[in-house]
């Protein structure tokens, strides 16, 4: 089992960047696939990124592409997401995700089996 938590989240002027980070507990963080979704009011949960367990493969939504990195570092059992041009429709919680060793990076929600709290983004036009 694994344990999340976000942290870097906050307000922004539309056009700056935040960088979010997310740190797991336990010993087996490496043989996790990480993934970063959003929710903004009144709407579903979205994918945003997810990372493979290595850092040698990722996947983006279209709507972040370019503007958006994820990356990791095993050692310190740590995701980012690094947000740079940052839009007020980018504005809600952000939420890590974990599954164990799965055969593919996902997209799908339902997929990942722990969640983070999440952290609240906020960008102001």
């Known amino acids: 089992q694994v344990q999340l938590v976000e942290s870097g989240g906050g307000l922004v002027q539309a056009g700056g960047s935040l960088r979010l980070s997310c740190s797991a507990s336990?010993?087996?963080?490496?043989?996790?696939?990480m993934g970063w979704f959003r929710q903004a009011p009144g709407k579903e949960r979205e994918f945003v990124a997810s990372?493979?367990?290595?850092?040698?493969?990722?996947l983006y939504a279209d709507y972040v592409k370019g503007r958006f990195t994820i990356s990791r570092d095993n050692a310190k059992n740590t995701v980012y997401l690094q947000m740079n041009s940052l839009k007020p429709e980018d504005t809600a919680v952000y939420y890590c995700?974990?599954?164990?060793?799965?055969?593919?990076?996902?997209?799908?929600?339902?997929?990942?089996?722990?969640w983070g709290q999440g952290t609240q983004v906020t960008v102001s036009s």
């Open positions: 995700a974990a599954v164990f060793s799965p055969p593919s990076l996902s997209p799908v929600s339902g997929d990942y089996d722990y």
């Open positions: 336990g010993r087996t963080f490496d043989r996790y696939v």
């Open positions: 990372i493979s367990r290595n850092g040698g493969s990722t």
